[in-house]
């Protein structure tokens, strides 16, 4: 599919697989679990869970709300 976007398909494939790409996504993985996230997409503002894409009003309200 990447293949389909001009990217390197293979190259992004393997590249997953650094032990630096992991370390990074073990500690995503982590962040997620303390913070309570249980899917994506998940936004945090002012330590407010967002979570879905339907829910990206009430995250655009509460920046206005801000600002």
Do not use: C, H
Not at 28 to 53: M, Y
């Amino acid at each position: 599919m990447a293949n389909e976007y001009a990217f390197d398909g293979k190259t992004l494939y393997d590249l997953s697989y650094k032990p630096e790409v992991i370390t990074i996504l073990k500690e995503n993985t982590e962040e997620a679990i303390d913070k309570n996230i249980f899917g994506v997409p998940t936004w945090i503002f002012n330590n407010e869970l967002f979570w879905g894409q339907d829910r990206l009003d009430f995250l655009e309200r509460a920046i206005n709300k801000n600002n």
